[in-house]
């Protein structure tokens, strides 16, 4: 007899559907922080040769930018990061537990020094780039 996955003769089973807080992530992203739409500007379309998206869910988390590919989360931090320090703790662990890398900056940072954040994020994806060529040649 045929199993109960619904899947039939050399069919794959599907996976359940998991829903992801889209309308969630639209909100986020049309409130971004003027340091998130700038920082936005230099991380969009592979400039840094690493795709990034934006307010992206993350298990229970929405990162702030999200490499899917190195598994690369930048965070920007504002005032409301100051009052939630448990909070920010609570989603490095779960993050560092679940194989993602984690950038945190803080908007005055990124606002006087854009410059010197992007280029700390383009190490990092260069070095996560290089390393992945070497582990999969």
Known sequence: MGSDDG???GEKA???FRSRNTQRARELRSAATPAERRLWRFLSGGQLGAKFSRQMPVGPWF???LCRELRLVIELDG???DARPEHDAARDRWMAANGYRLLRF???EEMEDVEG???AIRVVVEASLA?????HP
Do not use: Y
């Open 117 to 119: 954040v992007v280029t």
């Open 131 to 135: 390393d992945d060529r070497k582990a």
């Open 14 to 16: 599907l996976r359940p």
């Open 106 to 108: 803080v908007n005055g």
């Open 63 to 65: 990162a702030d930018f």
């Open 79 to 81: 005032f409301s990061h």
């Open 7 to 9: 899947a039939g003769a």
